[in-house]
Structure formats: C-alpha cells, structure tokens
C-alpha cells in the first residue's frame, strides 16, 4: 500500500486544537480536568474486561504481563501509562506531535517504556495487538468507518478492543459541551455534537468491521457519585469488542 492510499482520518484542525493544550494535559486543574475525573472510571472498565477476556483473577498487579497493547488518540499518555503499569507492552499514537512530544517527557519522568508515535495509525507501520484502546477519539476523526476499520486491522485476530465516546443526545449537548466548556472543565471547541456517535451508530460501524460487542456500560454523573459506570448513556459510554468467530 502506497502513502497516497493509506486511510486518512486526522482532522487537522483537531489535531491543532488538542495539540495546542499539550502543555497542560497532566495538569488534573488544568484543561484536561475532565479526562482526569474519566480516566479512573474508564480504567475500572477496562481491567474488568481484560481479566474476563483473557482469563484474569481480578488480584493480579499486572495482568497485561506478555500483551502488546495500542492506544489510538493516546493525548499526552494519560492512559498509556497505567497500562503500561499494569504489565502491557505499550504503544501509543496520536495526531498532535505536540502530544507526543508531552508524553514522551512524561514517561521519562515516571520511568516507563512507552513507544510513543505521532501521524495517522496507518502510517505507523505497526502489526497487530492484544489491545486495542480508543478513548473520546472516533467523535473527533475524519471518517469513522475508516477509523474503525484500522482499528480492527491492528487487532489480533484473539485481541480485545475497549472504546469510549460521548453520546449524541439533549444530555449531552447540555452538559458536555455547553456546560462543561463554559465551566472550564473541557476547552472551548472541544467538542462538536453533531460528530458524537450514538450507541446503535457506533455499534453498527463495529459489527461492519466484524466485531461484537461484548459489554457496554455508560459513564454517568451524579452529585453523590461523581463519575461512575452506569447503565444510563446518556451522556457518556465505554465498551469492549472482539471479532466475530
């Protein structure tokens, strides 16, 4: 496959904004305060489905011990790292290089071995994984389906794939862009709500790829609980997928 062929997904525009705020990606105050509050909620999710895809006890520190796992839209690495800490082979890809340029200086500090590249997933030249993880990353690329289909060709034909993203409904126009953008807790233009996948959309565009769902759970917020998994997605939602057969 020539460069001229490969699937383009990055959103130049995206890429700029988020690469704009790299500066400020591990700064749990700053503009990423709101994937500092999703990330322990997400990280539930996906040790719980790891240790039920691959056999684990739920005790183990480290149950991606021998597994090889790629993170797409990886940011500066806030989710990088506690995979990598939970044992895994770490890659991760993102389309700012400002991004990159943060999360390879964050690794350094924290001591961890973290291959991190910036470009479009499939320029990257990498073979397949255990893991595959995408974070509020489908709602900002260029076409979807495309992106999923690289998802899946990254996949080990036994792998797991594990993808969150914001909901398209009321809920989430009110309190995730309107609200929370003029609250601070996200940046202004982060989000376009018209771009947000629907459960039913985004469980079609997996099962066009030959994938099923495996668990599906919201992200929800309450007063009382904060962020949480729920089975409301009205706002938000996490799931895990593996190929069909």
């Known amino acids: 496959m020539t460069n001229a062929s490969l699937p383009t997904t990055i959103?130049?525009?995206?890429?700029?904004?988020?690469?704009?705020?790299?500066?400020?990606?591990?700064?749990?105050?700053?503009s990423s305060a709101m994937l500092h509050k999703l990330n322990p909620v997400r990280l539930g999710f996906i040790r719980t489905a790891i240790d039920a895809h691959f056999g684990g006890d739920g005790k183990s520190r480290h149950p991606l011990v021998g597994k090889a796992v790629l993170?797409?839209?990886?940011?500066?690495?806030?989710?990088?790292?506690?995979?990598?800490?939970?044992?895994?082979?770490?890659?991760?890809?993102?389309?700012?290089?400002?991004?990159i340029e943060a999360a390879k200086?964050?690794?350094?500090?924290?001591?961890?071995?973290?291959?991190?590249?910036?470009?479009?997933?499939?320029?990257?030249?990498?073979?397949?994984?255990?893991?595959?993880?995408?974070?509020?990353?489908?709602?900002?690329?260029?076409?979807?389906?495309?992106?999923?289909?690289?998802?899946?060709?990254?996949?080990?034909?036994?792998?797991?794939?594990?993808?969150s993203t914001p909901n398209r409904t009321a809920a989430s126009r009110i309190?995730?862009?309107?609200?929370?953008?003029?609250?601070?807790q996200?940046?202004?233009g982060t989000h376009d709500w018209d771009k947000f996948l629907t459960p039913e959309e985004l469980t079609t565009l997996l099962e066009d790829s030959g994938l099923e769902i495996v668990d599906m759970k919201g992200i929800a917020f309450s007063p009382m609980s904060g962020l949480h998994l729920s089975s409301k997605m009205a706002l938000n939602y996490i799931l895990s997928a593996r190929l069909r057969g």
């Open 186 to 188: 996200v940046p202004r």
């Open 175 to 184: 309190f995730l862009v309107e609200a929370a953008e003029r609250l601070g």
């Open 11 to 30: 959103n130049a525009a995206e890429a700029a904004h988020f690469g704009s705020l790299a500066a400020e990606w591990w700064d749990p105050k700053g």
């Open 105 to 163: 200086a964050h690794a350094a500090l924290s001591g961890l071995a973290i291959d991190y590249r910036a470009g479009e997933i499939a320029a990257q030249g990498l073979g397949q994984f255990d893991v595959v993880t995408c974070m509020e990353v489908i709602e900002h690329v260029m076409d979807p389906a495309a992106f999923v289909g690289e998802l899946v060709r990254h996949l080990k034909p036994d792998g797991l794939l594990l993808l």
């Open 71 to 99: 993170d797409v839209g990886c940011g500066a690495g806030l989710l990088c790292e506690p995979l990598a800490r939970l044992g895994g082979a770490v890659t991760g890809v993102d389309a700012a290089p400002e991004n």
